[in-house]
């Protein structure tokens, strides 16, 4: 059967919508949460990056934000479930290769629950180069992942 | 006391009215009270002086290296922005680093946090809490045997300043002024516990008579509708009953109450006070403080929540433009002192108003010891860090001793520990059979048992 192009844009709406539609309430919630978790890393390791950018670095801001990432990042993995990708309908970055390759996400996400640990001990320390350090440690961490396993914008 | 003929009912003669039930109070027998002629309270179900429950609300946070105790445990030391509750040092006890845990959630600033303190889980908003605040759960269990079952304070002249919710549509409304709270605690209704005469008003017979009257037809609705409306009206004949339980007590002499003493009428307020200047906000909370001290030893309330500031902290210095929250986010770090000196200086303000605030609790001489010694004060912002408005380490202190139930003057520090524990302790001080507390990440069965004696 030979459809227009009209049906198809038809066909693809209502597939799409069908999709959507299709998953569950808990995967809705997970790609939320694990929206909603990677922003906030993001802006607490913005904030650790200006800071140590102005050469001489609110520690009050560092110790909080580090404290925050620490927090979050072993959060990840459970937002992650089977059928959680694009297969779901919802908009997501997160490719298939995450749940055809776990055993390599897993490792990342357990580099970045590390790494995190580690800037969240440098910051409580103070110590200037160590915090540095641990700043590379988890930057490399999260491009990583977001290498192999995030769509681009 | 705990033989049931002297409980609290022993006070009323039951009656009828035209056909309604009535109720009316009798005078005060000594045969309600113990040896000492203090333990007053075991006519309202308890055999010790009244333990009343309170919060003390501040917002935007501190600045964690400038608040936070580098010691723990008993004569903590005392940072800069601390330093102004030396003078009661001894009844407060500072707990630092435990966190909203936000379990995949964003940090809403000013709500995320104050959300979970308050009800044990994070929401974006009031309305769609998931429970009541706790100061609610504790007023419905012991807040029934005094005038108002509770009493919500603003000190930023605002009614809709408050932070204590039934439910996500029912918010307690607040008395924003010391005049109103004058009004309200001490006008013409106020019955003095300490006289010896007293007269039941008629015009609380009558009305007392009418709502009785409507009690089995509210039962007979209650059974007729559905889930939804059930849960409507219930909220509704809660309000009722509160007004049936406040005008039985109408009808009633108050127990007396030792260190209740009425006070002097207020000077007449200024006109147009702003009560975003710091200087005048002060001024006013410590007014009211005063004045709800005196509330809670005259026993016309048990629990209380008092705003200092709003959530997003809406001080400001006279004379500036730019106030405390929105110099959290544009004043600099000076980098030559490590801070935000702004910002600095309206969390060092906002510790001096809480210091008043203890200081007005524990002038109060009650039994052996002060007013505080028979209370609880949960005293919490809504963000740590103030510049981040980050939830991690939201600063808490308690002040009081329960009535002999928890320690004071302690530092404890407990760095990733869900904040809703502190929650669950103050239920369990204040008697309710609660095990746990929160929903998710931040449910709980821990209490904070370092504060336990």
Known sequence: MKLSGRATAILIATTGAVAASAATPQIVAAVNARKANYKEIGGAFKTINDEIKSGNPDMNAVKTAARDIAARAPQQLKYFPKGSGPESGIKTRAKAVIWADQATFLKGQQELVAASAALQTAAMSGDGAALASARTRTAAACKSCHDRFREED | ?453
């Open chain 2, 1 to 453: 006391m705990s033989n049931p003929m002297y409980g609290r009912r022993a006070f009323l003669l039951k009656g009828a009215l035209g056909g309604a039930a009535m109720t009316v109070g009798i005078p005060l027998l000594d045969a309600f009270l113990d040896g000492n002629g203090a333990a007053f309270a075991a006519t309202l179900g308890g055999g010790r002086l009244p333990v009343r429950f309170g919060t003390w609300f501040w917002g935007c946070g501190m600045i964690p290296d400038r608040w936070q105790p580098k010691a723990t445990g008993s004569g903590y030391d005392l940072p800069p922005q601390l330093a102004p509750i030396k003078a009661v040092q001894q009844h407060v006890s500072v707990l630092s680093g435990f966190d909203v845990i936000l379990d995949g959630k964003g940090n809403l600033p000013h709500i995320s946090g104050n959300t979970a303190v308050r009800t044990g889980a994070p929401t974006d908003n009031w309305q769609t809490i998931q429970g009541p605040t706790l100061d609610v759960i504790i007023a419905d269990a012991i807040g029934a045997g005094s005038v108002f079952r509770s009493i919500d304070l603003s000190a930023d002249g605002n009614s809709r300043t408050s932070y204590s919710f039934r439910n996500g549509n029912s918010m307690n409304a607040a008395v924003p002024t010391a005049a109103e709270l004058y009004g309200k605690l001490f006008g013409p209704d106020f019955h003095d516990p300490n006289k010896a005469e007293f007269t039941p008003d008629p015009r609380y017979i009558a009305r007392r008579s009418v709502l009785s009257a409507v009690s089995e037809q509210r039962r007979a609705l209650l059974a007729r509708v559905g889930a939804a409306d059930r849960a409507r009206l219930d909220q509704y004949f809660t309000a009722i009953r509160e007004v049936e339980e406040k005008l039985s007590l109408k009808l009633q002499k108050p127990p007396p109450a030792e260190a209740c003493v009425l006070p002097g009428k207020l000077a007449p307020s200024k006109a147009d006070v702003d009560y975003t200047d710091v200087a005048e906000r002060r001024a006013d909370h410590k007014l009211m403080a005063s004045l709800l001290a005196m509330g809670l030893a005259c026993n016309q309330t048990r629990i209380f929540n008092m705003a200092y500031s709003t959530a997003a902290s809406d001080l400001r210095r006279a004379g500036n433009t730019t106030g405390y929250h929105q110099s959290t986010h544009e004043e600099l770090v000076d980098r030559s002192i490590g801070y935000q000196p702004t910002v600095d200086h309206f969390a060092t303000e906002s510790m001096a108003a809480w210091a008043d605030f203890v200081e007005a609790l524990a002038a109060i001489k009650e039994g052996d010891g002060t007013l505080l010694d028979n209370m609880l004060v949960f005293a919490h912002s809504d963000v740590s860090y103030a510049k981040n408005h980050d939830v991690t380490g939201i600063p808490v202190m308690l002040a009081g001793r329960a009535g002999g139930k928890v320690k004071t003057g302690l530092h404890i520090n407990a760095p990733a520990e869900p904040i809703s524990r502190i929650g669950l302790t103050l239920q369990q001080v204040m008697g309710i059979p609660a095990d746990a507390w929160g929903q998710d990440a931040m449910r709980t069965r821990r209490p904070v048992s370092e504060i336990l004696v």
